[in-house]
């Protein structure tokens, strides 16, 4: 059975970082496009980050280009998103998901939207307050 899972959420104080992790079992990841996503309280589900099966092709909301980096180690069945620079504005629960094998190569033009992907993890909370 497909199950991601997230981890490494937690408290960070304004400025600080954090790395998400984004771990696959029942399925390997090799063949799929990984995405990150966030919600935030009141707010819609919005893509903030994606990367190709190959991990060659990266994109990124404007709202995180050049404080977070996500990567993958297929070997290791993970995604992961390294998170600097953080603001309180970056507080919401991070979910990892997996992109259809239809749309996999697709998504990436298409800016990772939602509908795309088929399988997601639980989410983790990431806080950033003082």
């Not at 997996?98 to 190569?105: D, N, R």
Request: charged residues 20%; neutral net charge; proline residues 3%.
């Amino acid at each position: 059975q497909l199950q991601l899972v997230e981890s490494g959420g937690g408290l960070v104080q304004p400025g600080g970082s954090l790395r998400l992790s984004c771990a696959a079992s029942g399925i390997t990841l090799d063949y799929y496009t990984i995405a990150w996503f966030r919600q935030a309280p009141g707010k819609e589900r919005e893509p903030i980050s994606c990367i190709s099966s190959t991990g060659h092709d990266t994109n990124y909301a404007d709202s995180v280009k050049g404080r977070f980096t996500i990567s993958r180690d297929n070997a290791k069945n993970a995604v992961y998103l390294q998170m600097n620079g953080l603001r309180p504005e970056d507080t919401a629960v991070y979910y990892c998901a997996k992109a259809s094998l239809l749309m996999t190569m697709a998504t990436m033009n298409r800016g990772c939207v939602e509908t795309d992907f088929d399988s997601w993890g639980q989410g983790t909370q990431v806080t950033v307050s003082s």
